[in-house]
């Protein structure tokens, strides 16, 4: 089992920046990749980025590249995603997710952070 709390969303302004961290109570966190995920009210929840147990690969969603950096800490048990030049449309609440380093399907959830922006 591994629980996934979520900290660090506002609000803020556009152009802003916001780092959102997510701490998980995995007992080996270097069996999970990481992802961070958004669902904005009336919209599904989509992928925002994703970093592999040892933090060698990332991937993103096109509209975060350039702007999102996914990056973990392995001793912290923390993954963190640090938010640049946000917009208005990257209004959402922001989840983080754990799947098993072998797995395609993330099995662990947060319960969400809130990022709000401002035009």
């Known amino acids: 089992q591994v629980q996934l709390v979520e900290s660090g969303g506002g609000l803020v302004q556009a152009g802003g920046s916001l780092r959102l961290s997510c701490a998980a109570s995995?007992?080996?966190?270097?069996?999970?990749?990481m992802g961070w995920f958004r669902q904005a009210p009336g919209k599904e929840r989509e992928f925002v980025a994703a970093i592999t147990w040892s933090g060698s690969d990332t991937s993103y969603l096109d509209s975060a590249k350039g702007r999102f950096t996914i990056s973990r800490d392995n001793t912290k048990n923390t993954v963190y995603l640090q938010m640049n030049s946000l917009k208005p449309e990257d209004t959402a609440l922001y989840y983080c997710?754990?799947?098993?380093?072998?797995?395609?399907?993330?099995?662990?959830w947060g319960q969400g952070t809130q990022v709000t922006v401002s035009s």
């Open positions: 995995a007992r080996t966190f270097t069996n999970y990749a």
């Open positions: 997710a754990a799947r098993w380093f072998s797995s395609p399907h993330y099995a662990y």
